[in-house]
């Protein structure tokens, strides 16, 4: 029996752990910030020996995309990384209508610090057509996609050419619950809710996927004490995270009853830079868009009952205090 339920349980060998730290993986990022966006911009950006970032490329989600977009941008001023070009996407989901998390993430897409229009402006062109002709002109699973917010610009890409698929390595998506309920309706996640059908072309594609819902990132979460050791960094990019998570993390520790709140996008980065952190399994997804009460579900076949080929790596364990530690280290890095 406990044979039966360790089959198919991910864990990173040390060979295999080694062989990633040591290559810079070429990454793109796609986001729609958004609090714990911005703390995963901040946490990629401090980590060049790990993540050569070619893009951040933006979407609505959280707010609406004029605001994701300044938000990436000005992410990108506080880390001194304005040698990243942000590319705006998709102002709104492939089919449903479009829905934004302001009540949580605020009006701007981020509270507890000031937001300003940053010097530094967009690149020229959309994010879909940057995702198209970088992936059309790359070497074959060679491009990482770090999939922060609803899939829309992927979805959208991969509509106009399905071939660039060849081209990606991995697709690291925050998104989905299984075992924890959703927290925008009682089985959705919020990025799989504000665009299901992106995601079922993603998952179609037969790209390599790893998904990183809530049943994880609501094991990695902030406490005093961890509020303590960002403040402890004592630079501004530290004092940020520590503002914006203070404001942030309030909603889903009133919601749930939590002693802390998960920074679930961050997770995604961490776990490109430091797998060991994260085990899962790899199992058979479907995502469900038929209007109803499961609209924007995962369903996740944990126990194979299905006998239907595993599409995904479903993370659902994280070392937290590990989580909080590589975030403090790359954090003091920065001003
Ligand atoms: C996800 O939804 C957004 O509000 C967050 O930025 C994160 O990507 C969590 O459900
Ligand atoms: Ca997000």
Same mark, same amino acid.
Do not use: C
């Given at each position: 029996?406990?044979?039966?339920?360790?089959?198919?349980?991910?864990?990173?060998?040390?060979?295999?752990?080694?062989?990633?730290?040591?290559?810079?993986?070429?990454?793109?990022?796609?986001?729609?910030?958004?609090?714990?966006?911005?703390?995963?911009?901040?946490?990629?950006?401090?980590?060049?020996?790990?993540?050569?970032?070619?893009?951040?490329?933006?979407?609505?989600?959280?707010?609406?995309?004029?605001?994701?977009?300044?938000?990436?941008?000005?992410?990108? %001023?506080?880390?001194?990384?304005?040698?990243?070009?942000?590319?705006?996407? +998709?102002?709104?989901?492939?089919?449903?209508?479009?829905?934004?998390?302001?009540?949580?993430?605020?009006? %701007?897409?981020? %509270?507890?610090?000031?937001? =300003?229009?940053?010097?530094?402006?967009?690149?020229?062109?959309?994010?879909?057509?940057?995702?198209?002709?970088?992936?059309?002109?790359?070497?074959?699973?060679?491009?990482?996609?770090?999939?922060?917010?609803?899939?829309?610009?992927?979805?959208? +890409?991969?509509?106009?050419?399905?071939?660039?698929?060849?081209?990606?390595?991995? @697709?690291?998506?925050?998104?989905? +619950?299984?075992?924890?309920?959703?927290?925008?309706?009682?089985?959705?996640?919020?990025?799989?809710?504000?665009?299901?059908?992106?995601?079922?072309?993603?998952?179609?594609?037969?790209?390599?996927?790893?998904?990183?819902?809530?049943?994880?990132?609501?094991? @990695?979460?902030?406490?005093?004490?961890?509020?303590?050791?960002?403040?402890?960094?004592?630079?501004?990019?530290?004092?940020?995270?520590?503002?914006?998570?203070?404001? *942030?993390?309030? =909603?889903?520790?009133?919601?749930?009853?939590?002693?802390?709140?998960?920074? =679930?996008?961050?997770?995604?980065?961490? *776990?490109?830079?430091?797998?060991?952190?994260?085990?899962?399994?790899?199992?058979?997804?479907?995502?469900?868009?038929?209007?109803?009460?499961?609209?924007?579900?995962?369903?996740?076949?944990?126990?194979?009952?299905?006998?239907?080929?595993?599409?995904?790596?479903?993370?659902? %364990?994280?070392?937290?205090?590990?989580?909080?530690?590589?975030?403090?280290?790359?954090?003091?890095?920065?001003?």
């Amino acid at each position: 029996m406990f044979k039966h339920l360790l089959k198919g349980v991910v864990l990173m060998s040390a060979v295999a752990t080694t062989s990633l730290q040591a290559a810079t993986r070429d990454v793109i990022i796609d986001t729609d910030p958004g609090a714990d966006d911005v703390v995963a911009l901040l946490l990629a950006m401090a980590s060049p020996e790990d993540l050569n970032i070619r893009a951040i490329t933006t979407v609505a989600g959280n707010v609406r995309l004029d605001k994701t977009s300044r938000n990436a941008r000005l992410a990108r %001023e506080w880390a001194g990384r304005e040698d990243i070009p942000v590319y705006a996407g +998709a102002g709104r989901p492939l089919v449903r209508k479009p829905i934004y998390a302001d009540d949580i993430h605020g009006r %701007e897409g981020l %509270e507890g610090v000031k937001v =300003h229009e940053p010097k530094q402006g967009l690149a020229q062109g959309n994010a879909v057509q940057y995702l198209v002709d970088t992936l059309s002109h790359a070497e074959p699973h060679s491009i990482t996609l770090a999939m922060l917010g609803p899939q829309t610009n992927l979805a959208l +890409a991969l509509i106009q050419k399905p071939e660039i698929a060849k081209s990606i390595k991995e @697709v690291v998506v925050m998104g989905g +619950a299984h075992f924890n309920g959703g927290n925008i309706t009682p089985v959705a996640e919020f990025n799989l809710y504000a665009d299901p059908h992106a995601a079922q072309v993603v998952l179609a594609s037969g790209v390599k996927l790893t998904y990183v819902p809530l049943d994880l990132t609501h094991k @990695v979460i902030t406490s005093e004490a961890r509020f303590k050791q960002l403040a402890a960094i004592n630079n501004q990019a530290s004092q940020r995270v520590v503002d914006i998570l203070d404001a *942030y993390v309030k =909603h889903d520790m009133d919601l749930y009853g939590m002693p802390g709140g998960p920074v =679930h996008d961050a997770s995604v980065i961490a *776990y490109l830079i430091k797998p060991e952190l994260f085990s899962g399994r790899r199992a058979h997804l479907e995502v469900d868009s038929r209007e109803g009460p499961t609209f924007g579900q995962t369903v996740v076949d944990w126990y194979a009952v299905l006998k239907r080929p595993a599409n995904v790596l479903w993370l659902n %364990e994280g070392d937290a205090q590990g989580f909080f530690d590589l975030l403090s280290e790359r954090l003091a890095r920065l001003q």
